[in-house]
């Protein structure tokens, strides 16, 4: 009986090497969904590599790596960038570091705000990225798609008149930065990077608004809340307003009253089922256009919009305000 047991406890024990890329030179490699599982993954010393990890884990390191194509799955952490130059990742996570880099890009998903240390020539984008195991993975990380401050980055050693990153281009295509895997065993993860598919909504974050009328819309939880949100970007996007950001966020009445004013009564039984989802979309006639659609294709379906182009971005800023209160952004 101790002996089975003995070799039961010797079987579960976890062996570095499988979470661990190291040392590895003109190489593409990876872990498939599953494979990884929420243990923590080191990746170092590694050259002129595409590393792909299709799962989640609990925090990733990412040390002394150059001229690297990197993707990570939903990280429930930290991931931490140190002393590595010329490097295009995409990746999600709760909080994201860069410190003694170089020329980095970054496609990014994090709960929190990104921070950059002694580095310089880090771009970002908005991640943009899809497979079928993609949303669980998210969920079993603890992360929103919808919580996303990929562009509000605070520079620790700011040098007086440089900027150490700046935003790439909002036409840059992912596929030419951060190409798709070409080896037999990771092509079998059947990738996306159309901005459509992605799993995050791609919003356009702190770049320049392209109108000075935003409206928001707010949706309670329920069962379609996320099918409902998404559709909503979708119908918005196509008819050629911007996204341009979004979050999932608890409310309390104290609260719903201070965002919503004389509306809130309508919605504060809906504040008990679980968090609410607000986006804010750009564009000439976003509030009308946001109404019609809302009528449209929502009607029966309870949700705040902002009334007219006036009170939107009054709006707007009294939901922010209280999410990053709440959120300790």
């Given at each position: 009986m101790l002996v089975i047991l003995k070799t039961h406890i010797l079987s579960l024990q976890v062996d570095p090497k499988d979470y661990?890329?190291?040392?590895?030179?003109?190489?593409t490699v990876g872990r498939l969904p599953g494979q990884v599982a929420g243990q923590q993954f080191l990746i170092q010393d590694c050259e002129n590599c595409n590393i792909y990890i299709f799962d989640h884990s609990a925090?990733?390191?990412?040390?002394?790596?150059?001229?690297?194509?990197i993707f990570l799955g939903p990280v429930k952490g930290s991931v931490f960038f140190r002393n590595c130059r010329d490097c295009k990742c995409t990746l999600a996570c709760q909080q994201f570091r860069v410190r003694d880099c170089r020329k980095l890009e970054v496609f990014l998903c994090c709960a929190t705000q990104p921070i950059i240390e002694s580095s310089t020539n880090i771009k970002f984008g908005c991640f943009q990225w899809y497979y079928p195991e993609l949303a669980f993975q998210f969920k079993d990380a603890a992360l929103s798609i919808f919580n996303n401050t990929w562009s509000n980055i605070h520079d620790f050693t700011p040098v007086s008149g440089e900027l150490n990153w700046s935003l790439l281009p909002e036409d840059t295509v992912v596929q030419d930065h951060v190409p798709l895997p070409t080896t037999e065993e990771l092509k079998a993860v059947r990738v996306s990077t159309e901005a459509n598919r992605s799993i995050v909504p791609v919003s356009r974050g702190q770049r320049q608004k392209s109108s000075d009328e935003s409206c928001l819309v707010v949706l309670f939880a329920g069962d379609y809340t996320i099918a409902n949100a998404r559709k909503l970007i979708?119908?918005?996007v196509g008819k050629g307003f911007f996204l341009v950001q979004t979050k999932e966020v608890s409310m309390k009445a104290e609260d719903a009253q201070r965002v919503f004013g004389e509306k809130a009564p309508d919605f504060l039984p809906l504040l008990n089922k679980g968090p609410v989802i607000a986006l804010e979309f750009n564009g000439d006639g976003a509030v009308e256009g946001c109404q019609l659609?809302?009528?449209e294709i929502f009607n029966g379906t309870k949700m705040f919009v902002s009334e007219s182009k006036e009170t939107a971005s009054g709006d707007v800023d009294s939901f922010y305000n209280f999410a990053d209160i709440q959120m300790g952004i």
């Open positions: 661990m890329f190291s040392g590895l030179k003109d190489e925090t990733i390191t990412i040390d002394d790596c150059t001229n690297c194509v979708d119908e918005m659609i809302v009528s």
